[in-house]
């Protein structure tokens, strides 16, 4: 039977000669004190009850002293002796590099008050970070330094040591276990820290990053660049073959017209035509001169008039020869130099884009050969001269922590399930 139910039972059997008032006193005091003892907590390590509810509670005491060196205990001491007399030492190289160069997605003023790199440059280091993880990195230096080997040796506690018969996938995830990369979105400054068993083996591994991520970032560029070459190789070759096409039919004009210079011989033309007016006004004016005093049926008069009207011929022939006349069908000064103007206007606009494109081209060679992208080293790699890792002292405490929760949370658990079975 319950304690307070037997003492309430106790107290009312000798109590009926009592008078009413007093047994009502001590029924309230009674039910007082079997409600403080129903709210007092109950001490899991303290027995009470029959012979088989003490049995029954030391079972749970057992219990919950085994579960606590089951779960506290031991794995607290497992991984003390492990990361004190078995981890194996981890040292850590750092180094911190940037992309360099490109053109800047912003104007150059604007970017740099803002705080913003250029755009081309954040790609290439968002890039770069993804390639330090990538599988294209550890197949890189796998090939130099044999990783597995490296990450292999024997010295390496078990834990820590990578099984050399492991498929490459298992190899890129101990990897990134391995290599920290974080960026500066803001800087697009790049962090690298490396760890592994040896400070020289840390240190190679951090160079041999370096310059696969600067072999990459002239890669990134390279393609661009030579791919621009090639376009402009391509159009100068072209305006070398359309000048040489308009030189040629400048050639064959003149060849054509029988004329080595249009420009002279236009020259030479308007000079003869003044010649001939000239002259043929003198010898109006002579003619003017002697009629007044000699008939015009004279001998002297008719040969003058004959000269004039062959000057007139003369002139009207010249005439024709520039300008073309009535006749269309014959070659005009004037159509030829047309046709020489057309085709020097040709030859000109294929001399200029032969030299623009030869610009372009040389251009094009010089930024193929020039190294416009590349790492900027802001931290170098120096050997470490002590072991970083594992934190001990960290590891242990959350070892415990977490044991200490797992085991408080079950007892917790264990303790509101047996009381409420019990009621």
Same mark, same amino acid.
């Given at each position: 039977m319950n304690r307070p139910l037997a003492e309430a039972t106790r107290i009312q059997s000798p109590d009926r000669l009592m008078p009413a008032e007093s047994r009502a006193a001590l029924i309230s005091k009674s039910l007082r004190s079997i409600a403080r003892r129903a709210r007092t907590p109950r001490n899991v390590f303290v027995a009470s009850g029959s012979g088989e509810d003490r049995r029954w509670h030391q079972v749970f005491v057992w219990a919950i002293v085994a579960g606590f060196g089951l779960i506290v205990v031991i794995p607290n001491l497992v991984t003390g002796?492990?990361?004190? #007399?078995?981890?194996?030492?981890?040292?850590?190289?750092?180094?911190?590099?940037?992309?360099?160069?490109?053109?800047?997605?912003?104007p150059s003023q604007f970017a740099g008050l803002i705080g913003i790199p250029a755009t081309p440059r954040v790609q290439d280091s968002l890039i770069l970070?993804?390639?330090?993880?990538? +599988?294209?990195?550890?197949?890189?230096?796998?090939?130099?330094?044999?990783?597995?080997?490296l990450f292999g040796r024997k010295h390496v506690d078990f834990l820590s040591r990578f099984n050399p018969k492991r498929s490459d996938e298992e190899?890129?995830?101990?990897?990134?276990?391995?290599?920290?990369?974080?960026?500066?979105?803001?800087?697009?400054?790049?962090?690298?820290?490396?760890?592994? #068993?040896?400070?020289?083996?840390?240190?190679? *591994?951090?160079?041999?990053?370096?310059?696969?991520? =600067?072999?990459?970032?002239?890669? *990134?560029?390279?393609?661009?660049?030579?791919?621009? *070459?090639?376009?402009?190789?391509?159009?100068?070759?072209?305006? +070398?073959?359309?000048?040489?096409?308009?030189?040629?039919?400048?050639?064959?004009?003149?060849?054509? =017209?029988?004329?080595?210079?249009?420009?002279?011989?236009?020259?030479?033309?308007?000079?003869?035509?003044?010649?001939?007016?000239?002259?043929?006004?003198?010898?109006?004016q002579e003619y003017a001169a002697q009629r007044k005093a000699v008939s015009a049926d004279a001998p002297q008069m008719r040969v003058l008039e004959a000269r004039i009207q062959s000057m007139k011929d003369q002139i009207a022939g010249v005439e024709t020869q520039m300008t073309g006349g009535t006749n269309q069908t014959?070659?005009? *000064?004037?159509?030829?130099?047309?046709r020489f103007d057309v085709a020097q206007l040709d030859k000109n606009i294929a001399e200029k884009q032969y030299i623009a494109a030869a610009a372009a081209y040389e251009h094009a060679r010089i930024d193929l050969e020039t190294q416009n992208v590349y790492l900027a080293s802001f931290l170098k790699p120096v050997l470490a001269q002590e072991p970083l890792y594992p934190r001990r002292v960290w590891l242990w405490a959350i070892v415990a922590i977490i044991s200490l929760l797992l085991w408080g949370g079950g007892v917790g658990t264990a303790v509101l399930v047996r009381n409420h079975l019990a009621v």
């Open positions: 002796i492990y990361l004190a #007399f078995v981890a194996s030492d981890q040292y850590a190289t750092e180094t911190q590099f940037a992309v360099r160069g490109g053109e800047s997605g912003l970070t993804d390639y330090i993880r990538g +599988r294209s990195m550890v197949d890189a230096i796998d090939k130099d330094m044999n990783l597995r080997r190899l890129m995830h101990y990897w990134r276990n391995h290599v920290d990369v974080n960026i500066d979105k803001v800087s697009g400054i790049i962090t690298v820290v490396v760890r592994a #068993f040896t400070p020289q083996d840390s240190l190679n *591994l951090t160079n041999h990053i370096t310059a696969q991520s =600067e072999k990459l970032v002239n890669e *990134l560029t390279e393609r661009s660049r030579s791919d621009a *070459l090639r376009q402009a190789q391509a159009e100068l070759d072209r305006a +070398r073959q359309n000048l040489q096409e308009k030189t040629t039919a400048m050639r064959d004009l003149r060849n054509a =017209e029988g004329v080595l210079d249009s420009g002279r011989q236009n020259e030479a033309m308007t000079k003869l035509m003044a010649e001939l007016r000239l002259e043929y006004i003198h010898m109006q014959a070659g005009s *000064l004037s159509k030829t130099m047309s």
